[in-house]
């Protein structure tokens, strides 16, 4: 019921735009939805999440000013946008989404109901 979709192989430096699409039940008004990354051998990483009806938005440390999460009401789509990429981006993408998550709470993947079968990243050095 989510899609993700806008991974590839980028050169360091470079951008990509990644967007989480749902379908189904699912209509993210309410919801607050998020992106997670997980590379090999290593545990999920929140990335940045985004609360549907405020546009609150809030960033993993290790992306802020360089990533930005956006929604499309027309669409029910969320965006992230991936800007000056490094290497250590290469992490396969996931977006979820769960109701009533508080901020605090926005970081911890059980928090979060719905996920998409996620995209790779990868960034070559």
């Known amino acids: 019921q989510l899609q993700a979709s806008g991974g590839g192989l980028v050169q360091a430096g470079g951008s990509l735009r990644l967007s989480c699409a749902a379908s189904?039940?699912?209509?993210?008004?309410?919801?607050?939805v998020g992106w997670f990354r997980q590379a090999p051998g290593k545990e999920r990483e929140f990335v940045a999440a985004?609360?549907?009806?405020?546009?609150?938005?809030t960033y993993g440390d290790s992306v802020k000013g360089r990533f930005t999460i956006s929604r499309d009401n027309a669409k029910n789509t969320v965006s992230l946008q991936l800007n000056s990429l490094k290497p250590e981006d290469t992490a396969v993408y996931y977006c979820?989404?769960?109701?009533?998550?508080?901020?605090?709470?926005?970081?911890?993947?059980?928090?979060?109901?719905?996920w998409g079968q996620g995209t790779q990243v990868t960034v070559s050095s």
């Open positions: 979820a989404a769960g109701r009533s998550i508080i901020t605090s709470s926005q970081r911890i993947p059980a928090q979060y109901h719905y």
């Open positions: 985004i609360k549907w009806n405020s546009r609150h938005t």
């Open positions: 189904g039940s699912i209509f993210f008004s309410g919801y607050v």
